[in-house]
């Protein structure tokens, strides 16, 4: 299954306070645009986020459902992809001294999608998370609680050659 971590040079709280906010969302989350809360509070148990994720030419309309919370430390979200199926994304925060270790465990949960889970997909889910994880700790590391520049918040993952990052 895929599950990435990150060590972020900010507090659990810092990085609560960001992935609590759902209006966020799009900032650390690689894929979605035009976040849209549509029924509950963020990050509540049964709340829902909807979304627009781009693909080319191709716009699919998809929702993401708060399944846990453990304020402060553990979300656990059910992201529907229409006829894709769905996808389990459990973030669990631990305090590491005085910042926090950030752990990211998603594998497909319902529909067909898991039937096509494989290495090469679970390659590019790491890649995924390895962005959105670069992501999440930007926000978190800034200290000022300010937003990162429109080009950074776009769903798309830039790779560059030689570095051997996305």
Same mark, same amino acid.
């Given at each position: 299954?895929?599950v990435?971590?990150?060590?972020?040079?900010a507090s659990?709280?810092a990085v609560?306070d960001?992935l609590?906010d759902?209006?966020?969302?799009v900032e650390? =989350?690689?894929g979605?645009?035009d976040?849209?809360p549509?029924s509950?509070?963020?990050?509540?148990?049964g709340a829902?986020i909807?979304y +627009?994720v781009?693909?080319?030419p191709?716009r699919?309309?998809?929702e993401?459902v708060?399944r846990?919370?453990?304020?402060?430390s +553990?979300?656990?979200?059910?992201?529907?992809?229409g006829?894709?199926g769905?996808?389990?994304i $459990?973030?669990?925060?631990?305090?590491?001294? +005085?910042?926090?270790? =950030?752990?990211? &465990? +998603?594998?497909?949960?319902?529909g067909?999608g898991g039937f096509?889970?494989?290495?090469g997909?679970? $390659? #590019?889910?790491q890649?995924?998370?390895?962005a959105m #994880? $670069?992501r999440?700790?930007?926000?978190?590391?800034?200290?000022?609680g300010?937003?990162? &520049?429109p080009?950074?918040t776009g769903g798309?993952?830039?790779f560059e050659?030689g570095?051997g990052r996305?």
């Open positions: 299954m895929a990435r971590h990150r060590l972020i040079q659990p709280q609560w960001v609590a759902g209006n966020r969302y650390w =989350v690689v979605p645009s976040v849209t549509t509950g509070q963020w990050p509540q148990v829902t909807a +627009e781009r693909l080319g191709v699919l309309n998809n993401s708060v846990r919370c453990v304020a402060g +553990e979300l656990e979200i059910e992201a529907k992809a006829r894709i769905t996808a389990r $459990a973030i669990e925060l631990r305090s590491w001294g +005085e910042q926090c270790l =950030v752990i990211v &465990d +998603e594998h497909p949960l319902r067909p096509v889970h494989n290495v997909v679970e $390659a #590019l889910i890649v995924r998370h390895r #994880l $670069a999440l700790a930007k926000l978190c590391e800034s200290g000022d300010s937003r990162p &520049d080009a950074d798309s993952v830039r050659t570095t996305a």
